[in-house]
């Protein structure tokens, strides 16, 4: 996961060295954030070579890159350790006056701070009522350790062990803690407001006689999944659905359909209206190059029926296609198109790898990779994704997402509530 640590100007700077580790050598991407401050105790290179990632502490730095917006919004936890009697007085207040407190103030994660201060500065009734103010907005704040102080005093006020911080951030994030789920559903549900999603769900079936199709086994569940969450985030939603094994959700704005080219038409009609184009339906690539108007009979000669199949339009790509041509400007509609693929390969990384050539070739925004292997992922409940996007890097690898449909269907819409924040952010 992508994790943000902040470094407050304190003695124990030196230690958050070691969380840092921790946090890297369990395979997490980790930007480090320290104020000015506590550059004064550990130096930038320190961050920079332990991290593998550029560093800073200033909101005037990389401006291009909008990073308080960048870094805030993809972390998937924010702990700050050393957290100081001033940060936590700033987080408090919700000030933004350096690159650290920008950042905590567009968390969309957990964030837990780890205190570090003499014994009276924590138990100053200042200190007490920012960490109660902080901890009433659902921020872990860690009672600090008992022990010997930078001088020769002690008391509380001692950073807790590195490994302790490591604990309770993984714990934190597994939990789903950090924002109280009533302040977590009423953010998104004013995520989305005033935007209009279309979503394509279901299987497609193409006719070959009045009681014959060709079918596929998608059963509408990640499509209906993903119309519920951006529901509940507050959009419009336009629900295209071919065949379903589920019901269609209440409160969508609903077309049905049968066939690829029933779909096509639906999608031209619906997505230049809509912000965002899901592409969740599976569609069928093929489909007999004539319909029969009667039922296909067995021939007394006893010869086998052939049937000869064309190409369907790939809707998605055309979709990506004339949104472009419709928006030299930019600001043509949708401005974000997000795709789907089911892949099968012999590796993580072929499948990786025919994700990322078929995000180039369809020139969506972002394509929602589904491994399927030996247990299929068509009816499960249960299901593992990448999120891949022009835009991954290194140092910002996809994320992959493990879980319901309904949790994966909120964390593509979170993802989606980014990229249009991102796209507003960056002029
Ligand atoms: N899709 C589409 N039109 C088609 C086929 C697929 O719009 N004729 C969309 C699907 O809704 C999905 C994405 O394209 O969002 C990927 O579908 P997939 O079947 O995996 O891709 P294909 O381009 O058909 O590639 P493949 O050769 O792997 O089947």
Request: proline share 5%.
């Amino acid at each position: 996961m992508r994790i943000v640590l902040g470094v407050g100007g304190g003695i124990a700077a030196y230690k958050s060295a070691s969380l840092l580790r921790l946090f890297t050598e369990a395979g997490h991407n980790v930007s480090v954030i320290p104020t000015e401050a506590s550059t004064r105790f550990v130096g930038v290179a320190t961050w920079e070579a332990l991290s593998g990632n550029p560093v800073s502490s200033s909101v005037f730095d990389e401006v291009e890159k909008v990073n308080h917006v960048r870094l805030g919004h993809e972390a998937d936890l924010i702990v700050v350790a050393p957290a100081t009697a001033d940060l936590l007085a700033r987080a408090a207040a919700g000030q933004a006056d350096d690159l650290l407190t920008n950042t905590l103030l567009m968390a969309r994660g957990p964030v837990l701070f780890a205190p570090a201060m003499h014994t009276e500065m924590w138990s100053h009734p200042a200190t007490r009522a920012n960490v109660a103010t902080l901890r009433s907005r659902g921020v872990l704040v860690l009672d600090p350790a008992v022990g010997r102080l930078t001088g020769k005093d002690s008391g509380a006020g001692r950073l807790p062990e590195p490994d302790e911080i490591f604990a309770a951030a993984i714990a934190a994030v597994a939990a789903g803690a950090g924002v109280p789920a009533s302040e977590a559903a009423a953010s998104e549900a004013a995520a989305l407001h005033g935007k209009t999603v279309t979503i394509t769900a279901g299987g497609t079936r193409e006719s070959l006689d009045p009681v014959r199709f060709l079918g596929n086994r998608s059963s509408g569940k990640q499509g209906v999944a993903l119309a519920q969450a951006a529901l509940e985030a507050g959009a419009r939603v336009r629900f295209i659905a071919a065949h379903m094994d589920v019901p269609a959700p209440d409160g969508v704005e609903l077309t049905r359909v049968e066939s690829a080219l029933e779909l096509r038409e639906a999608v031209h009609r619906a997505a230049p209206g809509s912000d965002v184009l899901i592409m969740a339906a599976a569609v069928a690539d093929f489909r007999p190059d004539r319909n029969s108007d009667t039922k296909i009979k067995k021939r007394d000669d006893g010869t086998n029926p052939v049937i000869t199949l064309v190409r369907n339009p790939d809707i998605l790509a055309e979709a990506v296609e004339a949104r472009n041509a419709a928006g030299a400007s930019g600001a043509a509609r949708p401005s974000l198109i997000v795709g789907f693929a089911a892949e099968t390969g012999d590796g993580t990384s072929e499948v990786l790898d025919y994700g990322r050539q078929k995000l180039a070739r369809k020139g969506c925004e972002l394509l929602v990779l589904n491994r399927v292997g030996t247990s299929l992922v068509f009816g499960q409940d249960s299901t593992e994704v990448t999120l891949l996007s022009p835009q991954d890097s290194a140092a910002a690898p996809a994320p992959t997402y493990t879980g319901t449909k309904t949790e994966i269907a909120r964390r593509i819409l979170a993802r989606v509530v980014r990229e249009l924040d991102a796209a507003v952010a960056v002029p």
